[in-house]
């Protein structure tokens, strides 16, 4: 089955630093998603973005498809910018399921 | 405002005493699914559908029944919870199942004890 990995698993930043997070999966996807768990749990899409790039804010992210990864930039981080990053991909299959990574933790300090 | 929405969004119940969650859908997707999220086991699908009356199995269907009579309802029902169903519960919405971006309702997060 398809494998989404994710680094780092952790990662602690000062507040307005800036920082990539990176996800790999193991063979060609029809979508892929990052999303912020906050932490009153609650998973809040940033992008669908199967290819290319996109920005949103302090946000960004690419994908290269051919070469199976995805970055997730963050840039000025702030305090509210903590929680889980999420990369998930849609496996191929007629469930259309997402198949989440095990997720970057961030925590931004003042 | 396009939105997923799951009640009751805390809930906490006794072993063998039915319950459902409801989720609603206010963007006239044909897609909805349920995913339970465990610590150390990510998020797993347990039920999805591609339209109205059309339900099929995830990956862990066990203890769970869903319905889908309309269009922008999908909700899960435990028939007779048991403390292993403890967990935090996502419902999710696309356009059409597949190359489409998939929305995440509010989560709802079950104890049972």
């Known amino acids: 089955g398809i494998q989404v990995e994710q680094s780092p698993p952790d990662l602690i930043l000062q507040e307005g630093a800036n920082s990539t997070l990176r996800c790999n999966f193991s063979d060609s996807v029809n979508n892929l998603q990052w999303f912020h768990q906050n932490p009153w749990g609650q998973l809040i899409n940033l992008f669908y973005i199967p290819s290319g790039t996109k920005q949103n804010g302090r946000l960004s992210a690419t994908t290269v498809a051919t070469e199976r990864y995805s970055l997730l930039y963050i840039s000025s981080s702030q305090t509210t910018d903590s929680g889980v990053y999420f990369c998930a991909v849609e496996y191929p299959d007629s469930s259309y399921k997402l198949i989440f990574g095990s997720g970057t933790r961030l925590l931004v300090r003042p | 405002e396009a939105q997923v929405t799951q009640n009751p969004r805390y809930l906490i119940t006794v072993t063998g005493k039915k319950l459902t969650v409801t989720c609603s859908q206010n963007?006239?997707?044909?897609?909805m699914s349920w995913y339970r999220q465990d610590p150390g086991l990510g998020l797993r699908q347990i039920y999805y559908s591609m339209n109205v009356e059309v339900t099929d199995k995830g990956d862990v269907p066990e203890g769970y029944k869903v319905s889908r009579k309309e269009k922008r309802n999908f909700p899960l029902i435990l028939e007779s919870p048991s403390p292993n169903q403890t967990s935090l519960y996502f419902c999710?919405?696309?356009?059409?199942?597949?190359?489409?971006?998939?929305?995440f309702g509010p989560g709802t997060r079950l104890t049972v004890t």
């Open positions: 999710a919405s696309s356009l059409v199942g597949g190359v489409y971006e998939q929305y």
């Open positions: 963007m006239n997707h044909e897609y």
